[in-house]
């Protein structure tokens, strides 16, 4: 996860390390993005990409889980997208 991104970003390319930005904690336990990896030959698995519009900038320390983010924006979310990837290996 990311969150704290500033409106006037509109793009982020493939591996951009920003400063303005706060990377949160992964299903593994570990800040930034680790990519898919599903075990070899267990089928396609599903993932899952959101994106929040809120009516305010947050304040937010790094280092958030998931449920602590949405917590967190959950009164300031006036809009969301989602993006479904699989990815099989």
């Known amino acids: 996860m990311i ?12 591996g951009e390390i920003n ?3 706060a990377e949160g904690t ?3 336990g570990k800040q930034g993005y680790s990519g898919p990896a599903p ?9 899952y990409f959101w994106l929040y519009a809120l009516d ?8 958030l ?3 602590e983010l949405l917590d967190a924006i959950d009164n300031h979310i006036i809009v969301q997208a ?3 990837g699989i990815y099989e290996s």
């Open 3 to 14: 969150y704290g991104i500033p409106p006037e970003i509109d793009s982020i390319e493939e």
């Open 19 to 21: 400063q303005t930005f």
């Open 26 to 28: 992964n299903s593994t």
């Open 39 to 47: 075990p070899p030959g267990h089928g396609p698995h599903h993932y």
């Open 56 to 63: 305010k900038a947050v304040d937010l320390k790094p280092g």
């Open 65 to 67: 889980t998931r449920q």
């Open 82 to 84: 989602s993006h479904v």
